[in-house]
């Protein structure tokens, strides 16, 4: 059985330790070959053998650590699981009122100056108690939650650093309470500080709830996608017009689309014409005509005619629903610079823990009186400050942020190093036919040739051959339509079209024989016939200099040419134009403007091939590249030290997307195609190219700016929390500004990341 790919949230997450400490024992399970922990979307994706893991293994392996795996979740409604987290924000918002209510009676009654005005009630230290413990043991026990099992299994995280500070402040208050005279034999003033456990534990809530609501912001790229879903269809049963809901449709069924409905499921139109709205899927802001025979995307906006169309697609196969899973797999997989924070945080943790212990063994030794009290307070405010949530959200945030924007503006990134490695792109290779043109080309010139006379007398009297060997235009357009039916090719399409268009009859082809990137092959009332490219008649030692300025003259006008041979004699040639896409000039100059090489990669000769590049303003090409060679003229531009991108449409295009630095796959493509990149174009867009390149390096300069902050916040005030300032100006940093700073430095990365919303592309 193969590898399956499993994604589920995981609670009790608060730091980019957390996450290096899921994915490790995630790892350990036999059977997991890849495992990626996000922070910002709170998810696991383990891709793993489903002989060898269960559920089960997936939830104690995360138990294990002190966290707990939500698998069940997966099987919730989306309104379910906005309740559940509405009603966890409900949670911690009330904790964060009762802490930080409880720590402010204690502080007005143990503070000075404030102690004054203060009732005598709240002065008694066995009150402060009191009010500490529910603080302590009720809103701070998910703190324990984390810490004990990940001691247990010698891992640390923010959890421990949070609840080895707050427990070593309560629990010296608490000594202090109930055994004063002990305090006072060791020379120390029996003052308890109940304030600094309650309220730390208060303001780390209170900035884990700011936290909660700035991230849930960065996740509004997916709500809105989900928003986008018709909730009904009106399918048409037993020849009468029904609403159902939009899970209950099926297969087949045919559906009635009034104007101004949406489309309930993805489709092909069976009766009726419309112009629809499909800038929420794709960006693309001008409603697109649409006749029979056209397909229609779910979600999308019936704007005037009402018609019927035959459901192809539903459920979790539409094209909004894969855009959604693609959208949430690109928001749960990590970029390779936020692997580095997390390595560093994973170090980070017990490091602080060896300053902190050193903190309060320095002061101790060397510090003033009372320096068992100076020692205790630097060390609870060290282990407060270095708590490296911030660290852990630099990247995620920005990385959710910035593909909720690309889907919107109807860019689809598949994954975070695509969207890091996009930045660094200097070389674009355009695959031309459905990339740069439309991928439709159209019959432009049909020529047809005299051949000499041979074997004539012998041919058939049903033969569709003419007797003369002079050939008539409809008899080479037959010919070569009769030979391309069998083929896929998109140059064979235009020629079967207009065969048809002009009500010609085909002849029956015999041993066909398709040769990729020269031409086609068969036997036709018992001639060979040949239709294909110079290279091919070259091959079959077919002289065609005769007719090579005529070849040269279409070619000039960025016509591809054919030409038909029976029996090895030249009977005609066919040319085939493409049209170039609207936006594929503009998009060129845009990315000649930013500095960026343009490559345009074809099978077609030189001659078409510089013919469409001149059009463009494109000044490298690569012509007359077989399908299985565009793999290696990618990696040949890759040797020259460049950074390239991939853009193309077709399956012979996949390997290249996949060989280059970043692939990008128009929409319009194939599946194998768009599976292959790491970028796809749904809105058909070639500006977006340009685009896409603009929001990998805004969102990397996010991403470089949150990191400098969070590191430099922590390197900064790190030695101000072990008293570093103290024998210069005698200043000493409060635990309770200490956790003031940590939340702010959290909300601060979050909100820089929210800041890319702003972008316009």
Known sequence: MAEIKKTFPIKGMYCASCVRVLEKSLSRVEGISNCVVNLTTETASVTYDPKKVTDNDLVSAVANVGYKAG???????????????????????????????????????????????????????????????????????????????ALRHRTANMDTLVAIGTTVAFSYSAVVTIFPQLVESIGVKPEPYFDVSTIIIGLILLGRYFEAKAKAGTSEAIKKLIGLQAKTARVVRNGSEVDIPIDQVVIGDTIRVRPGEKISVDGEILEGQSSIDESMVTGESIPVDKVKGDLVIGATINKTGTFLYKATKVGADTMLSQIIKLVQEAQASKAPIQRLADLISSYFVPVVLILAIATFVVWYVIGPAPSFLYGLLNMVAVLIIACPCAMGLATPTAIM??????????????????????????????????????????????????????????????????????????????????????????????????????????????????????????????????????????????????????????????????????????????????????????????????????????????RTANAIAKKLGIKRVLAEVLPDQKEAEVKKIQTEGKKVAMVGDGINDAPALAAADVGIAMGTGTDVAIESAGITLINKDLTSVVSAIELSKKTMRTIKLNLFWAFGYNIILIPVAMGALYPFFHILLNPIFASVAMASSSISVVSNSLLLKRVKL
Not at 137 to 143: C, R, S, T
Not at 472 to 487: C, F, I, P, Q, T
């Open 401 to 606: 942020v910035g593909t909720g924007i690309g889907a919107n503006k109807g860019i689809l990134i598949k994954d975070a190093q695509s969207l890091e490695t996009a930045h660094k792109i200097n070389t674009v290779i355009f695959d031309k036919t459905g990339t740069l043109t439309k991928g439709k080309p159209e019959v432009t010139d049909v020529v047809p040739f005299v051949i000499a006379r041979r074997n004539a007398t012998k041919q058939s009297s049903k033969s569709r051959l003419p007797r003369e060997l002079k050939f008539a235009r409809n008899d080479v357009l037959v010919l070569a339509a009769s030979l391309e039916k069998g083929s896929e090719h998109s140059l064979a399409e235009a020629i079967v079209n207009k065969a048809e268009q002009e009500a010609l009859n085909f002849s029956k082809v015999e041993a066909f024989k398709a040769i990729p990137g020269h031409g086609v092959e068969g036997i036709v009332d018992g001639r060979k016939v040949v239709l294909g490219n110079r290279k091919l008649l070259e091959k079959n030692d077919v002289d065609f200099t005769p007719i090579i300025r005529i070849i040269e003259q279409l070619e000039n006008e960025g016509k591809t040419v054919m030409m038909l041979t029976v029996d090895g004699k030249l009977a005609g040639l066919i040319a085939v134009a493409d049209t170039i896409k609207e936006t594929a000039k503009e998009g060129v100059e845009a990315l000649y403007k930013k500095g960026i090489e343009v490559v345009m990669i074809t099978g077609d000769n030189q």
């Open 71 to 149: 698998l069940e979740s997966e099987l919730k409604t989306e309104d379910q699981q906005k309740i559940e987290k509405e009603k966890e924000l409900k949670d911690l918002r009330n904790k964060v009122i009762i802490s930080l209510f409880l720590g402010a009676l204690i502080l007005w009654g143990s503070f000075p100056g404030l102690m004054n005005i203060a009732p005598l009630f709240l002065i008694n230290s066995w009150v402060q108690l009191l009010l500490a413990i529910p603080v302590q043991f009720w809103a701070g026990w998910e703190f324990y939650r984390a810490t004990i099992p």
